[in-house]
C-alpha cells in the first residue's frame, strides 16, 4: 500500500449551509414563519442568542413583520441569488453541496392539509442547477428551525404529535426529490437540543435546569423516532438513498491524568456520543438509562418506540467539528448529578468568537468515531468564523482561515491513512451568511464575501476571497495541494 495519494477518488469535497441562515424572503411564496426567525440577533458576540426564546419574546417576534432584529429572515438572499452562488461554487469545483430545506416552505403551518408547491418548486429549481454542474447534493431535513406553529401548539418536539407532522414533511419530500438527492440527514446537531429552543422548538418557560432536562431529553426522544421513521420511508420509497446521522461532536481531554479527571471526561465524551449511539445503533445505551435514572429524568415511549429505533439505524454517521472540551471532576453536586465542568484547553489558540482550534482533535475524533461505530463518516461541517476585511482594493485577504482549513484537512488526511472510511468534507458557509450563535453577519465563514453588514444594509454583492482559489486548487488536486 501507498499512503502518498490518501484521499479516495470521489472524495465529495464542498460546502454547508442551512435555509435559514441563507436563503432569506422569510414572508414569500407561501412560506411560514420558522422558529430560527422568532430568535433575536444576540446583544453581545460572546453571548449566544440561541437559547432565548419565552413566551414573551415569542409574542413579540410574531407581533414584529419586520428583519430588523431578527437577520434570519433575511439571510443573505440565496433565495434570489442561488443560481449565481451555485455558479461559483462550481467554479470552485464543488462535488457536494450540503444545504437543508425549510419546513416552513413546505408546510407553512406545520399541518397543512396540501405541501405549498412554490416551497416545492424552489427546491427543485436549486437541485436543477446542482445537476448542471453535476454536484451531489446533500440535503440535511431539519437544520435549527420548524414552523412556529408547532411550537405554539405543541411546545415544538416536546410534543409527541410534531413526529406525525415531520414525517409528513419528510415523505413529501423524499418522493419529490429521490431522484435526485442520494445523501439525506435528519436532524442538524441534534446533540444541541439539550441546550436550548434552536433545535428543539421548546421555549424556555423559566423552569428548573432538571425540568427543562426532562423536556428536553423527551423531546430529542421524539426526534429518535421521527429521524428512524425518516430512515424507514426513505428506504422504503428509494433502496439506494443513504441518510445520517449528525451530530455536534464535542471531543472532551482531562484536565490532568488523575483518573477521577480521565473518568470524568469520559463520561462527558459518552454524553456527546450518546446520540449516535441510539442512531447508529438503535438503542439506548445502558450509560445514559443510568444517567436519566440517578437524575430523575423519564423518557416517556410508546409501544413500538424502541423497535422503531432499533429497525431502522442510519447508513453513515455525520458530525460537525470546531472545537474540543477540556473536564476536571467536580466533587459539588450542582443539582444535575455529579456533572463534570468544562475549561479551557492552555495548549490551543482560539478565534475571535472564543472557539478553540484544535485540529489534531480532529484526528483524534475520527479514528475514535470510527472505532466506535464501522459505519461511513461524513464531516459535514467544519471552518472559522472571523472579522474578515474588504480591502480598497476589493480583496479579501483570508490567510488565517487558509491555515485553519489546511491544519484541519491534514489530520484528515492522516486519519484517512490509518483506515478511518470518510466520505467527505463539507466546510461551514462556503458563501457568508448569518451566525446561528449570534446571528450576525460580520462573523463571516465563506470563500465568497458577502456585501452585508449587521443590520442588514449593503448591495449583496459576492465576492471572492483569497481562500476561494485556495480551496479550488485542493480540490482540484484531490487534497494533495493544500
Ligand atoms: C453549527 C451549526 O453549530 O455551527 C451552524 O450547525 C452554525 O448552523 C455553525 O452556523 C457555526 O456557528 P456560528 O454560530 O458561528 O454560526
Known amino acids: 500500500t501507498t499512503y502518498e495519494n490518501s484521499f479516495p477518488k470521489g472524495f465529495l469535497w464542498g460546502g454547508a449551509t442551512a435555509a435559514n441562515q441563507i436563503e432569506g424572503a422569510w414572508n414569500l411564496d407561501g412560506k411560514g414563519l420558522s422558529t430560527a426567525e422568532v430568535v433575536q440577533k444576540a446583544d453581545d ?20 413583520k419586520t428583519d430588523d432584529l431578527y437577520p434570519k429572515r433575511r439571510g443573505v438572499d440565496f433565495y434570489h441569488h442561488y443560481k449565481e452562488d451555485i455558479a461559483l461554487f462550481a467554479e470552485m469545483g464543488f462535488k457536494v453541496y450540503r444545504f437543508s430545506i425549510a419546513w416552513s416552505r413546505i408546510f407553512p403551518q406545520g399541518e397543512d392539509a396540501q405541501p405549498n408547491e412554490a416551497g416545492l418548486v424552489f427546491y427543485d429549481n436549486v437541485l436543477a442547477e446542482l445537476a448542471k454542474y453535476d454536484i451531489v447534493p446533500l440535503v440535511t431535513l431539519s437544520h435549527y428551525e420548524m414552523p412556529v406553529v408547532l411550537t405554539q401548539k405543541y411546545n415544538g418536539w416536546a410534543g409527541r404529535e410534531t413526529i406525525a407532522a415531520f414525517n409528513r414533511f419528510t415523505e413529501t419530500v423524499f418522493n419529490r426529490y429521490h431522484d435526485q438527492v442520494d445523501y439525506w440527514l435528519t436532524f442538524n446537531e441534534i446533540n444541541t437540543g439539550t441546550w436550548g429552543f434552536h433545535e428543539t422548538g421548546a421555549i424556555d418557560k423559566g423552569l428548573s435546569e432538571r425540568e427543562q432536562l426532562q423536556i428536553r431529553y423527551q423531546a430529542l426522544h421524539h426526534q429518535f423516532v421521527a429521524s428512524a421513521i425518516a430512515t424507514k420511508q426513505l428506504h422504503q420509497i428509494d433502496p439506494n438513498a443513504k441518510i445520517g446521522s ?87 453536586d450542582d443539582g444535575v448529578g455529579n456533572m463534570a465542568v468544562g475549561g479551557r484547553n492552555p495548549y490551543l489558540k482560539e478565534s475571535d468568537w472564543g472557539w478553540q482550534i484544535d485540529p489534531v482533535g480532529l484526528r483524534i475524533t475520527l479514528n475514535a468515531m470510527w472505532d466506535r461505530y464501522r459505519k461511513p463518516l461524513f464531516i459535514v461541517e467544519n471552518g472559522l468564523g472571523a472579522l474578515d476585511k474588504l480591502e480598497d482594493d476589493g480583496h479579501v485577504h483570508d490567510q488565517y482561515r487558509i491555515d485553519y482549513l489546511r491544519a484541519h484537512i491534514e489530520q484528515m488526511k492522516e486519519a484517512i491513512k490509518d483506515g478511518v472510511n470518510l466520505l467527505g468534507y463539507t466546510m461551514w458557509g462556503p458563501i457568508d451568511l448569518i451566525s446561528f450563535s449570534t446571528s450576525e453577519m460580520s462573523k463571516r465563514y465563506g470563500f465568497i464575501y458577502v456585501d452585508q453588514d449587521d443590520d442588514g444594509k449593503g448591495t449583496l454583492k459576492r465576492i471572492k476571497k483569497d481562500s476561494f482559489t485556495w480551496y479550488k486548487e485542493v480540490i482540484a488536486s484531490n487534497g494533495e495541494t493544500l
Request: charged share 25%; hydrophobic share 40%; glycine share 2%.
Open 45 to 64: 458576540r460572546r453571548k449566544m442568542s440561541m437559547g432565548d426564546v419565552t413566551e414573551e419574546t415569542l409574542a413579540i417576534a410574531l407581533a414584529d
Open 246 to 332: 449528525m451530530l455536534a461532536r464535542m471531543q472532551t481531554y482531562p484536565a490532568t491524568p488523575k483518573p477521577e479527571d480521565v473518568r470524568a471526561a469520559q463520561l462527558e465524551d459518552e454524553k456527546n456520543l450518546f446520540f449516535t449511539d441510539v442512531q447508529a445503533r438503535g438503542e439506548y445505551p445502558e450509560y445514559m438509562n443510568r444517567f436519566f435514572s440517578e437524575n430523575g429524568i423519564v423518557i416517556h415511549m410508546a409501544e413500538d418506540d424502541q423497535a422503531i429505533l432499533l429497525e431502522n439505524p442510519v447508513d453513515f454517521i455525520s458530525f460537525s467539528y470546531y472545537m474540543t472540551n477540556v473536564t476536571q471532576h467536580n466533587q459539588v
